[in-house]
């Protein structure tokens, strides 16, 4: 108790930097089964540790649950930060929080200590859109300069494009994200969630080599990933039994059919926007095979594609601190009043000030 009581005290009156000085940045995130704390200074990442709830197989996560476990750590995951970085609290400029979109419970545990945090330190507070921050990490690690984004994950799937000083959706899902498509069918089939089941989906994927026709909903600028679960949840267990294919061949087949879907949407953006450079962010982007089928149609267009690995592509702390810090410089700040946590929460409801 001791040791988490020092965490939260270690400054009580707000640092007062040079001009000179580049603000450091804490974030805190928390949307869904990923709980991390990261901190980065002028495009530095100096910290970022996080924490996977993970369920047995078969299992998704509850909100209360990952709650839970996100409050039983995120004072540890703080310290770790702290000691990584070599900071103290008085070192900190500003703390940063995802606001959402997310799971409710988790989003409220996160806040709650964000603010708590904030005010214990005597620093300001911001709240920052979880999309927004996977996409200026992105472009902050890979450097593209303004591509057009596919962000896929859990809990969201969209094609967006800057314009006018927001993130345009261009493209999304009308149902499911495809993360989440991806994690019904490692239940279906009763594969690990550890250390992600969209991982152990990859893996198994490698080693298909039969295709199995799903149904391609692809509706103008949007998908549909809804059918196809449905499909597969009907149809995986007779085909299992009978011999007409394998765990993997089904984990391949959902693979292609999905990303096939993905670069399809992605394309027809770049083209509306002359756009040269793909940037793939969120937790299903560090899937190696959706970066070679993205890659190929880049080259086909004689365009660049960026994408990161896990450290930044999977939900961390250091998306929400990277967010922060371009929201800080640009004059940004969250009231305590204004603090509370959104579930729905869309990419372009955000003014991004700090753009041209």
Known sequence: MLAVVMVLQQASVRLILP???????????????????????????????RRTYI????????PGETAKHHRGVILTVL???LDEAGLKAADIDCVAYTKGPGMGAPLVTVAIVARTVAQLWGKPLLGVNHCIGHIEMGRLITN??????????????QVIAYSERRYRIFGETIDIAVGNCLDRLARVIKISNDPSPGYNIEQMAKKGNKYIELPYTVKGMDVSF??????????????LSTGQCT????????????FAMLVEITERAMAHCGSQEVLIVGGVGCNLRLQEMMGVMCKERGARLFATDERFCIDNGVMIAQAGWEMFRSGHVTELSDSWITQRYRTDE???????
């Open 55 to 62: 369920t047995p197989p078969g299992q998704g996560f509850l």
């Open 226 to 239: 809804s059918g196809i679960l449905s499909y597969i949840e009907d149809a995986a267990h007779k085909l």
């Open 350 to 356: 955000v003014e991004v000030t700090w753009r041209d």
């Open 19 to 49: 001009a000179e000085t580049m603000p450091v940045v804490i974030g805190f995130e928390g949307s869904a089964n990923k709980i991390g704390v990261g901190i980065i200074r002028d495009g530095e990442v100096l910290s970022n540790p």
């Open 247 to 258: 765990p993997e061949d089904l984990c391949f087949s959902l693979q292609e059919t999905l």
């Open 144 to 157: 593209a300069q303004n591509p057009t984004v596919l962000y896929v994950s859990g809990g969201n799937t």
């Open 79 to 81: 310290q770790e930060a």
